[in-house]
T-cell receptor, first 112, second 114 residues
Framework: DVKVTQSSRYLVKRTGEKVFLECVQD?????MFWYRQDPGLGLRLIYF???????EKGDIPEGYSVSREKKERFSLILESASTNQTSMYLC???????????FGSGTRLTVV | AQSVTQPDIHITVSEGASLELRCNYS??????LFWYVQSPGQGLQLLLK??????LVQGIKGFEAEFKRSQSSFNLRKPSVHWSDAAEYFC????????????FGPGTRLSVLP
């Protein structure tokens, strides 16, 4: 089975810090995604990538950036963390043909 | 624009009762349809998917879903619910024409009474 691993389950960071959320998948998937999940708002797409060094903005990219230097790793970066970025962050990967996403276990980030 | 609705925010059923979770979609292309389940504090796990062919699909954990094109629906069912089924359920819709990212519904939280 494909495994998507998010490096941290829980993180607490201070306002203004630069935060890195790491995601690694082990099945050579081309596509990787970052979502945030908030109560009442569901899953919202932040950024996605279809290839190494490629990135596309999702629905809510403001305040975030991403990096994909290697096919298996997709990093989400909070340039200057703010309290409104406290959320559950979910990474996912997929590959053509389109068989759906495999998700990581999530990182619950709290910004204080 | 593409959209997915799950009309029920929260459903409570008794253990052993049958379950149906509703999902309706609005999509311009032939849809790929998915149901995911999320246990508290966890990521999402794929329950089942529909691409083409038989409109009744079987998934893991005893779940099934039926695609009805005329109603733009993809409802999830289980004949007998177990306490361990308590979780949040997400319907998702994608289409080959729109690439590999797709739209999630808002989710339905299922509670199970003993």
């Amino acid at each position: 089975d494909v495994k998507v691993t998010q490096s941290s389950r829980y993180l607490v960071k201070r306002t203004g810090e630069k935060v890195f959320l790491e995601c690694v998948q082990d099945m050579d998937h081309e596509n990787m995604f970052w979502y945030r999940q908030d109560p009442g708002l569901g899953l919202r797409l932040i950024y996605f990538s279809y290839d190494v060094k490629m990135k596309e903005k999702g629905d809510i990219p403001e305040g975030y950036s991403v990096s994909r230097e290697k096919k298996e790793r997709f990093s989400l970066i909070l340039e200057s963390a703010s309290t409104n970025q406290t959320s559950m962050y979910l990474c996912a990967s997929s590959s053509p043909p389109f068989y759906g996403y495999t998700f990581g276990s999530g990182t619950r980030l709290t910004v204080v | 624009a593409q959209s997915v609705t799950q009309p029920d925010i929260h459903i409570t059923v008794s253990e052993g009762a049958s379950l149906e979770l509703r999902c309706n979609y609005s999509y311009g292309a032939t849809p790929y349809l998915f149901w995911y389940v999320q246990s508290p504090g966890q990521g999402l796990q794929l329950l089942l998917k529909y691409f083409s062919g038989d409109t009744l699909v079987q998934g893991i954990k005893g779940f099934e879903a039926e695609f009805k094109r005329s109603q733009s629906s993809f409802n999830l069912r289980k004949p007998s619910v177990h306490w361990s089924d308590a979780a949040e359920y997400f319907c998702a819709v994608g289409a080959k024409n729109y690439g590999q990212n797709f739209v999630f519904g808002p989710g339905t939280r299922l509670s199970v009474l003993p």
